[in-house]
């Protein structure tokens, strides 16, 4: 498989993710052809899927209907539009390939909004059983719930008003205050490593308008998410700097789930390799100009 090295370009990410219509809310995304579920990327559904017995997967297979935490504001990662049954983004993609693994077609997945603060509940209390929501593998999330993977790496970023020259990079950032949501590994990024002022909120759309009014000078997350909110809007908000973290993004279960992390590594194995996994990139993040990153290295299940 042709593999390309990341690249944010949010000039070229902007104006390719306005054209590709997956920024405003309102507009409808559903009419590509698809049946309706969500985006045009339809992975192979596994007629005989089978598992060990008493696993949760065999269980999830078994229902033939999955439940999938996901966000819903942001523009190529995950995204449902105010007309939109469905979302839509790289993270919807990765759920419907779980799901094709599972015997579960599209249409028969749930999905469920996913804030960064109710992650770790959502899958303690089975809320959902996978959540693929911009969710950073951390040992301390490890602590608490499964994660698998990764299945993308990125780097955090800044979003900040297109007239602003002040802020160029993370150190310009002490003293200034900066947005991202609670529970997020970046807001602690910029406080702890730049001196920045944090101000949190449940998600990164009330960032953006926390900016767009003035009361904060900065929102920060992962590039290709800003990316995302500066298509939307390219003469009010701009991306700066060089990415200053690396974020790899994994899927969330319920640790005490039997083989799951094994179905989950074992699945994305199989994406990586028969091209599935490049497929759902392009057709969302890289239709935004958002290079296809090296086939990342999964971490080894506990």
Known sequence: MKIRRTKIAVVAAAAALALAGCGSAGED???????????????????????????????????????????????????????????????????????????????????????????????????VDFVIASYSITDERRQVVGQAGPYYVTGQQLLVAADDDSINGPDDLSGKKVCSVTGSTSIKTVEEQYGATPAGFDTYSECVEQLKSGSVDAVTTDGAILAGYAAEDPDALKVVGEPFSEERYGIGYNKDAAGMCEFINTTLEGAFEDGEWEAAFDDSLGKGGIDLPDTPTLDPCP
Request: charged share 25%.
């Open 29 to 127: 995304d559903s009419d590509n052809g698809d049946g309706g579920d969500g985006g045009g990327f339809s992975p192979e559904v596994v007629s005989d899927a089978s598992f060990d017995a008493g696993s949760r997967p065999q269980e999830i297979a078994d229902a033939g209907t999955v439940k999938i935490g996901v966000k819903f504001d942001q523009p190529g990662i995950g995204f449902k539009s105010a007309t939109s049954d469905t979302p839509e983004g790289f993270d919807p993609n990765m759920g419907k390939i779980l799901a094709a693994k599972l015997g579960i077609p599209a249409d028969k997945i749930e999905w469920v909004e996913t804030i960064s603060d109710n992650r770790e509940p959502f899958l303690e209390n089975s809320t």
